[in-house]
């Protein structure tokens, strides 16, 4: 491969990439939609009980760690598939390992919440 010299023209022109690649998640897999409308509705309830910086923070980053996998999760779904488009048991196991990876990460995005949420709504209901 031949070695380019650096350019920051080139550099914003990646990032016109990087967007499509986020449009084609949110077009075609709809995880990401549920993923999104849960993020969506997080932020929503950090605005409504006022949650500190360092709780945005944390709810940022864990957002942004199961979108993150997810879109992973695609891609290597769609590689899979194009690499071996009839059924193959090594495909299925890899398909479903990066699926697992995006469960973890789901999973510990809905304790973070449970932990920085629960107790603001028990304050809330409780009189």
Wanted: charged content about 15%.
């Amino acid at each position: 491969m031949k070695n380019k010299d650096f350019s920051f023209r080139k550099r914003l022109v990646s990032f016109k990439y990087a967007f499509r690649g986020i449009g084609q998640l949110f077009r075609h897999e709809h995880n990401a939609w549920i993923h999104a409308f849960i993020g969506i509705v997080t932020v929503m309830g950090g605005f409504l009980f006022g949650i500190s910086c360092a709780e945005w923070v944390v709810i940022i980053l864990v957002s942004g760690m199961v979108l993150a996998a997810e879109t992973f999760n695609s891609s290597i779904e769609k590689l899979a598939d194009m690499v071996s488009p009839e059924y193959s048991e090594a495909i299925r196991n890899i398909k479903d390992l990066s699926a697992g990876a995006v469960l973890f990460a789901a999973i510990a995005a809905v304790l973070i919440g449970l932990i920085i949420f629960l107790p603001k709504l028990i304050d809330y209901f409780t009189p």
